[in-house]
């Protein structure tokens, strides 16, 4: 009872607070009818269901504020997490700092052309605003040290403020024309609040899970090989879900009314879903749903899931099997199969060790993948390969820490942002690009392409 009551607690403080947001909102409408109304969130806030927020905001807008050590991955799923609780609608960049913030420990200012890149990421995942706060370095409060366009001296020549009109020369340059452009995607990742909240508050297995972090190891994979992804909601409608041939739903502990039976419709139509290790254990009320884990997931996925191994900080298991050779961390799914197909099983010398920890379920037309354990990078981007492969899935190679985004505007124009997330010269070629014209210094590409530390390339393509 008391963890029903938890998420009670939960639902009850978002909804306070966007009734508040919605009673502001409303007393502004009395007396001005048409210009758009929006607040700052916050990428993966733990305490708001942004799904529900964005219903009731006519353009969704977010403060971007990674860390010196957030991968470049994670800010980009948070990115498109905003874009996707506002139906894959451009969002506004509301705020970010021009260097650094004042709030973590260490507070590292950016390398010269980190916040450009930072800038562009986010229109490259479907911003059509660039801000920044703030503009001019408050003297006192404690934020006296967060980052400015104006710093403390009150200069124009500092890097910050030169940086910063340069950036702003570009937006001016080449902004419009992207604006109202649109992403287009064939994969779908699940963010669901409602497991946000019941899985960081359970009481065992394990304190080890970070939900955001699980949404993003198999976000990664993806970005990885630039494939596009749409984040939505556990309860998208069937008619919408269907749209795609990949839906992921990373740690769906909480399985919510008429979600399985949506996802058992998905994939008996044809479509491919993943889930594994969490999934399918809780109601709507935070409550075990009985008779096996995955719970109303255990048909779909046609396993029955005995225990849950937890695994020490620093604690690995081996996973082998096909194309897979990695470790898997946190915890162990102990799998019986009901259907489903082995893929990989566990190593080393637990008594669980043969064991399947990867498999596939035909269900009608469909496919249903369980990811018994959390994979390591290596053993994800190998899990999601062969998968990415059979639904021919348009991916792209670039080295290292370049990535690659795809913006669709009116009349067949594709805008694709080529970005150096890293502090080294990047060279590459990609024959998809050739011919494109970059739009910031009019060079038409023909193969290859350099790339400065943080360097951005904006290419239109016909």
């Known amino acids: 009872m008391v963890s029903g009551l938890q998420m009670d607690y939960r639902r009850f403080q978002s909804q306070a607070q966007l009734a508040c947001y919605t009673n502001e909102r409303d007393a502004i409408r009395e007396y001005d009818a048409t210009t758009p109304i929006t607040t700052n969130l916050m990428g993966t806030f733990k305490d708001l269901d942004y799904f529900e927020w964005a219903k009731e905001m006519d353009v969704v807008s977010w403060d971007n504020y990674p860390g010196m050590d957030t991968p470049p991955s994670f800010t980009a799923m948070c990115h498109d997490l905003m874009r996707g609780i506002g139906g894959n609608k451009p969002f506004m960049l509301m705020e970010q700092t021009p260097n650094q913030q004042n709030w973590f420990p260490f507070c590292k200012v950016k390398q010269p052309g980190e916040v450009r890149k930072l800038s562009w990421q986010a229109v490259a995942h479907g911003a059509d605003t660039v801000r920044f706060f703030q503009m001019k370095q408050s003297l006192g409060g404690c934020e006296r040290f967060h980052g400015a366009v104006i710093a403390h001296d009150g200069t124009e020549e500092s890097r910050v403020f030169k940086e910063t009109a340069a950036l702003g020369a570009e937006l001016d340059r080449i902004g419009r024309r992207i604006m109202g452009s649109r992403i287009e995607s064939r994969v779908a990742i699940m963010f669901d609040w409602q497991s946000y909240w019941s899985l960081e508050g359970c009481v065992g297995p394990t304190t080890g899970f970070n939900y955001p972090n699980e949404v993003h190891r198999f976000y990664r994979a993806l970005w990885r090989r630039n494939v596009p ?234």
């Open 229 to 462: 992804v749409d984040m939505i909601a556990s309860t998208t409608p069937l008619a919408r879900l269907s749209q795609y041939d990949l839906a992921i739903a990373p740690a769906l502990i909480t399985v919510l009314p008429g979600v399985a039976e949506t996802l058992e419709a998905y994939v008996a139509d044809g479509g491919t879903f993943i889930t594994g290790y969490m999934a399918g254990i809780h109601d709507e009320h935070d409550l075990v749903v009985p008779g096996g884990y995955p719970g109303k997931l255990r048909r779909l996925m046609g396993v029955w899931v005995e225990e849950i191994d937890a695994l020490a900080p620093g604690e690995t298991i081996e996973v082998h099997g096909g194309t897979v050779d990695a470790k898997g961390e946190i915890v162990a799914s102990i799998i019986h199969r009901e259907g489903a197909e082995r893929l990989a099983t566990y190593g080393g010398d637990e008594f669980y060790a043969g064991h399947s920890a990867l498999t596939v379920n035909a269900y009608g037309k469909g496919k249903a993948y369980f990811v018994g354990t959390p994979l390591d990078e290596t053993g994800m981007s190998a899990f999601m390969a062969p998968i990415i492969k059979e639904l021919d899935l348009k991916s792209l190679d670039t080295p290292e820490d370049v990535s690659l985004s795809v913006r669709y505007g009116d009349g067949g124009t594709r805008y694709a942002f080529l970005i150096n997330n890293s502090a080294a010269d990047k060279r590459l070629c990609l024959s998809e690009l050739n011919g494109g014209t970059e739009l910031l210094t009019g060079t038409v590409i023909n193969d290859l392409i350099e790339l400065k530390p943080y360097g951005v390339d904006v290419i239109a393509l016909r």
